[in-house]
Every structure is written in structure tokens, then in C-alpha cells.
């Protein structure tokens, strides 16, 4: 009965638009293309002032305006990075407009940037902005991008990014969910943390969108979207072809290339195979040599068979190898035992790779309804080298452990969303489905002395998979006001095979959860957008501790509510305000050398976050981020109930200069605040302020730049540990600060050549 129930009820509802799509006065409907890559350009604004009406272009670049009374009107486009174009139209009774929209490249202009009810971030059009505006050689420059988000490395370059957010050690990402063209980046149940996610299989210069957002408000997102989530999506087409060659200090080069193998168009459809190439290697500033390699190769094929129907398909391979001299204790520099560059142990390193399939059909049908079916495949392997703790265990042959692994991920992913109205109300559902499977091989930590084993402490096998089903609905009940509720539902089913045991069987247990969302927007002017939003995430534990130590936390839910405005009071000047709240159920904390994830208990964080952009002329553009947050521990007594590592006041920001005759520059910086190392804050892991420049010239169609990281030559340290370790002859083991330092000052030079 009730399945009837909501069947007539969604019959009912879209009966309704169609009757009053016949019964409008006059409509308006249009495409919207790129003047280059002739391809569909998705989530243009489109304003009609003189119907006090406004629209924004869906992934097929179309877009619809209904009941509009007879007679002439102006339809205006922006679209950040793109020219603002004004069209008349003259609208007949009865009958449908057809425009035809090309945008044509220009330089970003704030002054376009429009605040509407809409309840799509307020910033992902400003990072777009800034992904124009800062060159990115590297994928740590594209996470950068996310306001308040800090990266730490302490491998080199090797392993993925320590990652801060909301207050959060996120570690590699435990909090954060990750896409790239709809393939998740984070690897669930790994082995060097839950989460873990790898960005460097990303070739920056392919990337063409980043979407993201901070607290785990969006239905889409299940697990891990907790402080965040982030979404990159790579070109469709290109315009041209590009090579760039980059050389710096410390033995570092990068080769880089995208080359058009395929472009056809007709009237009727649009298509284009093209390949992108990466290398890049450096022995790094360590007194060790890293003796880093990395490579990348990605080919995608895009078509559009005419304005319904997109088909993509992509694959991409990636290796990487290192060494590393890993994290090295304040009394050995203090001592004179080694300097800030030097290893307790430089064997450490190790490899890793990945391979990428997806392919996916996007089809618009006559009843409105947009369908999108993607398939995904990701093999993987990952092999590590650490030593945290030197001779405490063993004061002989020291401490260095082995983390590898090599899995297999397949997965689904499966929506339909059809805009309509209800009398004069605007609305949007989206239906989503899918799921995703690991399957991991040979997941273990063995004992090891410079990179041999010597004995195994975990083996196993691991299967996890995720089924998922929600719906999401909008409704524009005024011009101005907005509201957007959803609800998720997640089934999970764990298994974990001991292999050191002898099991023949998978140990398995199941789990669900619901994540309800809801948000409302207000903007009573087009400079003001008053927002808040709501919801309930979680994030799973590793199937080895659910299943190995009968663990309770299996997922943890985090609700977190964000309430904000975003400000336009003059014409180029953008300013977000936000207070959030985040209670978490559950903190996991990654012991790397036990291969376990530990329960950290209840936790409760507070935040502002604070960003501006201003563009002081046509050629000189500025932006500035502020995150200020409360981390505690609920249960502890006070004063002991610090989280560790986890970021009070965040700052990031920065210049950009783009003149007419191809020159640009960019000056930025960051800074983070000292911050707790432990529990009751009687180590703290220091802060630093860090200053980049970058400078280019483009003179046709070769461009030659210069970078400088690290101007100021501060000495600081990246990632940073409150770590019990014992050094070789030691009498005692003692807890201290243990650090990776920050890169020194550091030049690279390069060339761009488009052709």
C-alpha cells in the first residue's frame, strides 16, 4: 500500500507540470556551447530582468523559461571565465523561442558573479575562478583550492597527503570523500588508514571543475563526507594541443603534454579522443637522495550525439616509486645527530599505482528526465616502507615495517533527475542509486630491516561492499527563497579473511545507515544569500577492526549544521561568512604500526570561516580565506580534551595580476596556527607562514614562467607527530615532537607551448 501510495503521488505530481507546461503563455528554450570546443558549457547563469526570472544551463548546456507574457526581452549569460553575452528575444503567445548561446573565453570578472537562491555553494563558481586565475602543476595545488583545507606530506611526495579541514586531521582521508570524474578516489579499509586517498594519479593541467563542500550536507555523498567532500572533473574536449617542460632545483623535472587524437563535428553531434601525458621526478632536498618517479597517462573519449545524448569514456595509468628519509625527532637535531635534513632511517619509501576505467551515458528523455549510467574499475597497488618509533621494539635490527596491498574496485553509479514545476514553483529531483565493491588482496604489515621482511604481523584478505539508494528535491517556492531536503541510505557488508590464522572463510557482518539532509536558501536582494544548511553523515571503520576486534563503532555518524551569508556589496567584492557545527560519534585515530584503527571517542567542533575575493581592476584580482575552530573531546575532563593536531586558525591567500599582453603574476601565501599534539596540549606542533610567487609571459602561442616556493626561505615543519620513539643505544624510549621539515627555497622554471 504504501508503494502504491508514492507511486500516485509522483504520477500526480509530474501530471500536474505537464499540464502547466501546455497551459504557459509563451516559452523560451536555448543551448549553450563553447565557442572553441563547440561543446555543451553546464551551469551558466541566465537571467531574464524583465521577467525577474533566472535559470542556469543543466549538463547538456540547455535551459528553459515558461510562462512568459508576449513581447521583448533581454536574455543575459555569465559564466564564470567566460564573456557575458546579451541577447534579444521576442517571445510569441503559444509558441517556444529557440536561442542558440556560443561563449567565447575572457578573463574572470567578479563583477558577473550573480547571488541567487540557488543552493549550489556560493564558491564553487569562485573556485572556478580560482582554478583560471592559479596555475596548478600538481594535485596538491588542486586541493588547495577548497577554502580552509591544509595538506602535509611527509613521504616526499610519494604517499598521499596528510589532509586538514573543519578541524579535522583528517589523515590521509578519513573525513573527506574525493572523486575524480565520478571514480572515488579514497580507498576504504587500506593499508596505511581508512580512507586513504591518493591524488596524484590526477594530471592537473586535464582538470576543467572542482566542486566541493565543507560539512556533510550533500545527498549525493555517503561515506567518508563528513568535513567535506571534493569533486574534480577532467576537459570533455580540449581546444588545442599543449606541451610544458619544467626543470628546479634539487634534480626536479616535469614533462607534461595533452594532444588531440581524434576532433569531428557536424550539425548533429561533436566528438573528440584526446590523450594527456605526465612525468616527473626529483631526488628532493633531503640529505638522502628520494630518487622520485611518477608517471601518468590518460586517454578520454567524449562524444555528443546531438543535444540529448553524452557518452564519456576514460582510462588512465599511474606509477609511482620512492625513497623517503621519514618523520626524525627534535632531540636528534638538538643533539647534533643529524641535521633537519638527515634520516634516522632512509629506507624508508616504496611504489604505487593504479589503473582507471570508467565509462558513462548521459540521455535525456521527451518527459524531461536526464539519465546518467557510469560503470567504474580501479586496480591498485600499494606497497610502504615506514619506520615512526626507529629501535623501541627492536633494539637491533630497528623498528621498519611493511604496509602493501593490491585490490580491485568495481562500482555503479545511477541517477535521473527531471526539473518541472508545481503551478508557478520551480522544482528539481534527483533519484540516485549504485554500488561499489573492494575487493583486496594480500592487505598485511610485516617486520622488515632496510626493506627486507623478516616476519609477518597482519595478512589477510578483505571484501567490503556498499549499496546505496537516495532522493533529493528542490523547490524554488519564491524567486528568492529556496528549500532542498533529501534522504540517503547506505548498506554495507564487511569481510575480513585472516590468512596468518589459516581461515578458508570470510568472517562477514552487515550494517545500514540513513543520512537525512536539509537546506534553505534566502536571497532578498541579488547581493545578499542568506543560507542553512543540515545534515547527518558518517564514515565507516576498516573492515579489520570491525571484524577482528568485534568492534561497535562500524559507522559513526557526524551531523553538522552550517549557517551563513554570502555578501555582494560592491561590484567586484564577494565575502562568505559561515558558523558551523559538527558533533561526531565517533573519532578514529590510525595506529600505523599495528595496522588497527582505534576509537577516539565523541567529539564536538565549532568553526567561522571567513572568504573574500576582490578584483581591485580588469587586471588584478585578490583572495582571502580564514577558518577559526573548536576541536574537543566529549567525556574528557577539561583542559584534557584537545584533539590532536587538529587546526585552530587557518589562513590562506593571495594576489593574482593577468594583463592584455600576456604577462601574470601571483604572489600567495599560507599560514597555520601552533596547534595541540596531544591531548592536553602540553606539546604543540608549530605553525608556519609560507609565501609562493609565480610569474609568466605568454607571447603567442608559447608561454615561459618562473616559480618560487617557499620565498622567504622559512624554516618549518610539514607534518608533525607527538611520537614515543627510542634511538639506537638509547636507554630509554622518550615522547616527543617528531617532524618532516618543510622545503626550503625552491626554484623551478618552465615553458608552455600550445599548438
Do not use: C
Not at 594535485?139 to 606530506?153: S, W
Not at 634534480?251 to 553531434?269: D, P, V
Not at 528526465?369 to 623501541?392: A, C, E, I, K, P
Not at 577559526?628 to 587546526?647: C, E, N, V, W
Amino acid at each position: 500500500m504504501p508503494k502504491l501510495s508514492g507511486q500516485l503521488l509522483s504520477f500526480i505530481f509530474f501530471w500536474i507540470s505537464s499540464i502547466n507546461l501546455h497551459a504557459q503563455t509563451g516559452v523560451i528554450e536555448g543551448h549553450i556551447t563553447d565557442a572553441d570546443t563547440k561543446s555543451p558549457v553546464s551551469g551558466v547563469s541566465i537571467q531574464l530582468p524583465d521577467a525577474n526570472k533566472g535559470n542556469s544551463s543543466d549538463d547538456f548546456g540547455v535551459f528553459r523559461f515558461t510562462s512568459l507574457a508576449a513581447g521583448r526581452y533581454e536574455l543575459i549569460t555569465t559564466y564564470t571565465g567566460y564573456k557575458t553575452e546579451i541577447i534579444p528575444v521576442e517571445v510569441r503567445e503559444n509558441s517556444i523561442t529557440l536561442v542558440s548561446v556560443t561563449l567565447k573565453k575572457a578573463v574572470v570578472d567578479l563583477s558577473e558573479v550573480r547571488l541567487t537562491s540557488k543552493i549550489s555553494n556560493g564558491l564553487n563558481a569562485l573556485g572556478q575562478a580560482d582554478i583560471l586565475l592559479r596555475p596548478a602543476n600538481q594535485a596538491q595545488d588542486l586541493l588547495r583550492i577548497v577554502p580552509g583545507l591544509f595538506i602535509a606530506q611527509h613521504a616526499g611526495g610519494g604517499k598521499a597527503e596528510q589532509i586538514f579541514l573543519r578541524g579535522f586531521d583528517i589523515d590521509h582521508g578519513t573525513d573527506i570523500s574525493l572523486t575524480a570524474d565520478g571514480i572515488p578516489v579514497n580507498m576504504v579499509s587500506h593499508a596505511h588508514g581508512q580512507g586513504y586517498a591518493d591524488m596524484h594519479f590526477v594530471i592537473p593541467e586535464t582538470i576543467e571543475k572542482i566542486s566541493f563542500e565543507t560539512g556533510p550536507h550533500r545527498t549525493e555523498k555517503g561515506n567518508l563526507a563528513t568535513a567535506g567532500s571534493v569533486d574534480f572533473k577532467t576537459k570533455d574536449f580540449l581546444s588545442n594541443n599543449q606541451l610544458k617542460a619544467e626543470a628546479g632545483d634539487f634534480s626536479s623535472q616535469r614533462l607534461s603534454g595533452q594532444f588531440i587524437l581524434l576532433n569531428k563535428s557536424n550539425t548533429r553531434s561533436r566528438q573528440q579522443l584526446y590523450t594527456a601525458a605526465e612525468y616527473a621526478r626529483t631526488n628532493g632536498y633531503f640529505e638522502s637522495p628520494q630518487d622520485f618517479h611518477r608517471m601518468n597517462l590518460m586517454t578520454k573519449y567524449s562524444a555528443w550525439i546531438g543535444d540529448q545524448t553524452q557518452v564519456t569514456v576514460l582510462a588512465s595509468f599511474f606509477d609511482s616509486k620512492w625513497n623517503a628519509s621519514g618523520q626524525v625527532p627534535n632531540r636528534a637535531i638538538r643533539s647534533g645527530l643529524i641535521n633537519r635534513f638527515g634520516a634516522i632511517d632512509d629506507s624508508e619509501g616504496g611504489n604505487t599505482g593504479r589503473f582507471n576505467f570508467t565509462a558513462r551515458l548521459s540521455k535525456k528523455q521527451r518527459q524531461g528526465w536526464q539519465l546518467t549510467d557510469q560503470v567504474y574499475f580501479s586496480r591498485y597497488h600499494f606497497s610502504l616502507f615506514s619506520n615512526f618509533t626507529f629501535f623501541l621494539e627492536d633494539p637491533v635490527n630497528g623498528d621498519e615495517i611493511l604496509q602493501r596491498e593490491s585490490r580491485s574496485v568495481y562500482g555503479l553509479n545511477k541517477t535521473a533527475t527531471k526539473s518541472g514545476q508545481i503551478g508557478n514553483k520551480k522544482t528539481k529531483m534527483e533519484l540516485g542509486s549504485g554500488f561499489r565493491f573492494d575487493q583486496i588482496h594480500n592487505i598485511g604489515l610485516s617486520r622488515a630491516v632496510r626493506r627486507q621482511v623478516t616476519s609477518g604481523i597482519q595478512q589477510g584478505n578483505v571484501q567490503e561492499q556498499n549499496l546505496f539508494l537516495y532522493w533529493n528535491q528542490q523547490l524554488e517556492a519564491s524567486p528568492r527563497f529556496t528549500i532542498e531536503g533529501g534522504l540517503r541510505y547506505d548498506h554495507f557488508r564487511f569481510g575480513y579473511q585472516d590468512q596468518l590464522i589459516g581461515e578458508t572463510k570470510f568472517r562477514r557482518q552487515s550494517r545500514g545507515t540513513l543520512s537525512p539532509k536539509i537546506h534553505f536558501t534566502y536571497s532578498p536582494s541579488d547581493k545578499v544569500k542568506l543560507f542553512l544548511k543540515n545534515g547527518i553523515g558518517f564514515h565507516t571503520n576498516d573492515s579489520r577492526v570491525i571484524l577482528d576486534r568485534q568492534a561497535r563503532e562500524i559507522l559513526p555518524r557526524v551531523a553538522g549544521s552550517d549557517l551563513g551569508i554570502l555578501l555582494k556589496p560592491v561590484k567586484r567584492l564577494i565575502i562568505k561568512t559561515t558558523f558551523w557545527y559538527l558533533f561526531s560519534e565517533q573519532e578514529f585515530v590510525y595506529v600505523g604500526d599495528a595496522g588497527i584503527v582505534e576509537p577516539g571517542g565523541k567529539s564536538k567542533r565549532l568553526g567561522l570561516d571567513l572568504s573574500l575575493r576582490y578584483q581591485f581592476s580588469n587586471w588584478l584580482w585578490s583572495d582571502i580565506d580564514m577558518n577559526l575552530t573548536r576541536a574537543r573531546a566529549i567525556g574528557a575532563p577539561k583542559g584534557q580534551d584537545y584533539i590532536p593536531l587538529a587546526p585552530s586558525f587557518t589562513s590562506t591567500g593571495g594576489l593574482t595580476a593577468k594583463t592584455k599582453k600576456g604577462f601574470s603574476a601571483s604572489f600567495r601565501y599560507r599560514f597555520i596556527d601552533d596547534r595541540p599534539a596531544n591531548e592536553d596540549n602540553s606539546v604543540s606542533a608549530l605553525g608556519y607562514f609560507i609565501t609562493d610567487l609565480r610569474a609568466e609571459m605568454k607571447i603567442k602561442s608559447v608561454e615561459l614562467f618562473i616559480a618560487v616556493e617557499n620565498l622567504l626561505n622559512r624554516e618549518w615543519n610539514e607534518a608533525q607527530f607527538n611520537t614515543t620513539s627510542q634511538l639506537k643505544n638509547e636507554p630509554a624510549p622518550v615522547t616527543e615532537l617528531h617532524f618532516t621539515p618543510g622545503t626550503p627555497r625552491y626554484f623551478k622554471t618552465g615553458i608552455n607551448i600550445s599548438f
